[in-house]
């Protein structure tokens, strides 16, 4: 839209967008827009307070990755070095206008203190897992539920923080487990969120036992669930037509599944089969950044080269993965669009840059065009998360950059030490 208007009211939530001309009176506070405007975006599956292991198995495979270089250092990670790696996290990705990121990991309220220290936007699943030594799974499946039952689903200022389940992976834990995750968040409205189908070595034993992830999800009810599945690289086009049948959303990580070696996602088979498909950035250990554009590039990149068909993706349905579709495939509808009634989530695009060609002089799809494979997030000016500036001219306002760095090289650096 051009010479657009967007109007936040003092509730935080979207009072008025549309063009200029048309804007109610009693709009006083109405923004001319010096650039694009665009919806923060949605990261629909990570795990950032990863940012302290960056670097690490670099060269490894899936497998040897999570045995050899991921699980060992996690299991010497405090909740301090949680809640600092969450939080250099959550100022990365606002730096780069994601507004909303779904993670998966431990020590959730730690994170959900940084994410509100830096006014961002989180749905955080604590991880399930069955490993020998670890937690019991149902005493975690119990303190999730615990804690959506006292908090709520969604809490925080501007409802900032949304609790969720995440039963890490079907190849993890037994059946039993799934079906009662299945049960405890279908009563409740909770995002489910899984690892689905990412590589084929982890899954040999499971479809040699069900055939297929999905359909073991099927089986175990997950699938009637709001379930955000994420990779989904390895699926038939029956697993497909099973996860578009239930409106499972998946979260696409095209970078991580490109770097680990997993495989190629069929991204336009998913689409044309109507499943909901976000972008996803996965953890800050297996891509190496948390940028959603960059994601949304690499996305489109990737289904053009593979169909070798450039029509299969544009520009304008790249950036809409990691904005509209990715809150559809987290099951919100209070974000990812410019629309009156939901959060004000927008991100300020400079386009005086040498990335746009010509500023906003050119035709919509160009301009878009320019965004997308050119300026990336090196455009992101400004961002805003439920009305209030939280970014402004590149720099988080709330939280000091600096000194969230500092304290992950410390984490660091003590982790490395112990290992
Ligand atoms: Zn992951």
């Not at 009072?15 to 048309?22: F, I, R, S």
């Amino acid at each position: 839209m051009r010479d657009g208007v967007l109007d936040i009211g003092a509730d935080g939530r979207i009072l008025y967008v549309g063009p200029a001309e048309d804007a109610p009176e009693w709009a006083g506070a109405l923004r001319p827009v010096d650039g694009i405007l665009m919806p923060g975006l949605i990261n629909a599956h990570a795990h950032s307070p990863m940012t302290a292991l960056r670097g690490r198995g670099g060269n490894l495979a899936l497998g040897d990755w999570l045995r050899q270089a991921m699980w060992p250092a996690e299991a010497l990670m405090t909740p301090a070095d949680i809640r600092a790696g969450m939080l250099l996290g959550s100022i990365e990705m606002l730096r780069g206008g994601i507004t909303t990121t779904s993670e998966m990991y431990f020590h959730v309220e730690q994170q959900a203190e940084a994410i509100l220290q830096t006014g961002g936007r989180g749905i955080l699943a604590e991880a399930v897992l069955d490993l020998p030594g670890g937690e019991d799974w149902r005493k975690v499946v119990e303190r999730i539920t615990t804690r959506i039952d006292s908090e709520g689903l969604r809490s925080g200022p501007d409802e900032r923080i949304e609790y969720a389940y995440g039963p890490h992976s079907a190849y993890v834990l037994p059946p039993e487990a799934l079906r009662l995750v299945g049960e405890l968040a279908r009563a409740r409205g909770a995002l489910v969120h899984i690892h689905v189908a990412e590589s084929v070595e982890e899954d040999v034993e499971l479809l040699e036992r069900f055939g297929s992830v999905p359909s073991l999800l099927k089986e175990t009810g997950l699938l009637e669930a709001r379930l955000t599945a994420a990779h989904a690289v390895h699926v038939s086009p029956a697993d497909i037509k099973l996860l578009a049948e239930a409106g499972t959303g998946v979260a696409h990580c095209p970078t991580s599944n490109a770097k680990l070696a997993s495989g190629i996602m069929p991204l336009p088979a998913l689409m044309q089969a109507g499943v909901p498909v976000g972008l996803g950035t996965d953890g800050p250990a297996s891509n190496d950044r948390l940028d959603l554009l960059d994601e949304a590039r690499t996305a489109a990149l990737i289904a053009r080269v593979t169909r070798q068909d450039v029509g299969v993706m544009t520009a304008a349905d790249a950036l809409l993965l990691a904005t509209r579709y990715g809150a559809e495939a987290l099951g919100r509808d209070d974000i990812g669009v410019l629309e009156t009634g939901r959060w004000a989530d927008v991100v300020t695009v400079s386009v005086d840059t040498p990335a746009f060609a010509t500023g906003l002089d050119m035709p919509d799809d160009e301009l878009i065009g320019n965004l997308v494979w050119a300026a990336g997030s090196r455009g992101v000016v400004d961002v805003r998360v439920a009305g209030e500036l939280v970014v402004a001219e590149g720099e988080t306002v709330r939280s000091d950059r600096h000194r969230a760095q500092a304290e992950v090289r410390a984490s660091a650096v003590r982790l490395r030490s112990r290992r």
